[in-house]
Every structure is written in structure tokens, then in C-alpha cells.
């Protein structure tokens, strides 16, 4: 199971750290991600990094603003959102999928977590 956490209202231009904690069978073997679903648009590819840690990879829209971390000692996937934007806002859900390779869409993720509501004010 996956459980994030951490989002909120925020203005334009700050910070917000979403969390995704997993239990040990879905999280250390998995490769893991964020993906983001704004009202009334599909869910769309925001982040992901591989079991190691070692490969990352982010949509254009967030690159150089957003960083995705893991942390396999505590079985949690950190997403760090800075510069954050008013297109931005959407309910935002972390993932798990067996390959790497397939958690950049939809239909590759394996396992959902419940989502978590950011919203950023201009």
C-alpha cells in the first residue's frame, strides 16, 4: 500500500514536499513515481526514480523545479516541489510499477496511493 501526504495551499512561488510511504513489499523491489490529475484533465506523468535511486525522470513542465528522492532504509519517495505555480494545482497521487521503464504512463503503474490535494494561489 502507498500513502502520500504533504500537500496543501501554497502561494506561487513556494514550496511543498509531498511524501509516499510504502511498505516494504511494494516500495524497495518497485520503481516508484508521481503523477499529477488536475480538474477536469486526465492524470498525467509528473516524476519518477528507479529501485536504486540511481535513474530519475521528470515531465517537462516540472523539470529543474521538482527533485524525486527515495529513501529505501524508510520506505518513503519524497517529491520536493519548489518555484511551485498556480498550473500546478491538481490532486497528486504517488506509484509503483515493476519496471522503470513503464512508470512514465498510466497504464504502466501497478500500484496507485490515494491522492493528495495541492493547490497553489497566484
Known amino acids: 500500500q502507498l500513502q502520500a501526504s504533504g500537500g496543501g495551499l501554497v502561494q506561487a512561488g513556494g514550496s511543498l514536499r509531498l511524501s509516499c510511504a510504502a511498505s516494504?513489499?511494494?516500495?524497495?523491489?518497485?520503481?516508484t513515481g508521481w503523477f499529477r490529475q488536475a480538474p477536469g484533465k486526465e492524470r498525467e506523468f509528473v516524476a519518477a526514480?528507479?529501485?536504486?535511486?540511481?535513474?530519475?525522470n521528470y515531465a517537462d513542465s516540472v523539470k529543474g523545479r521538482f527533485t524525486i528522492s527515495r529513501d529505501n532504509a524508510k520506505n518513503t519517495v519524497l517529491l520536493q516541489m519548489n518555484s511551485l505555480k498556480p498550473e500546478d494545482t491538481a490532486v497528486y497521487y504517488c506509484?509503483?510499477?515493476?519496471?522503470?521503464?513503464?512508470?512514465?504512463?498510466?497504464?504502466?503503474?501497478?500500484?496507485w496511493g490515494q491522492g493528495t490535494l495541492v493547490t497553489v494561489s497566484s
Open positions: 526514480v528507479s529501485w536504486s535511486g540511481s535513474l530519475t
Open positions: 516494504e513489499r511494494t516500495f524497495r523491489r518497485y520503481a
Open positions: 506509484a509503483a510499477a515493476d519496471l522503470y521503464t513503464t512508470i512514465g504512463f498510466v497504464t504502466g503503474v501497478d500500484y
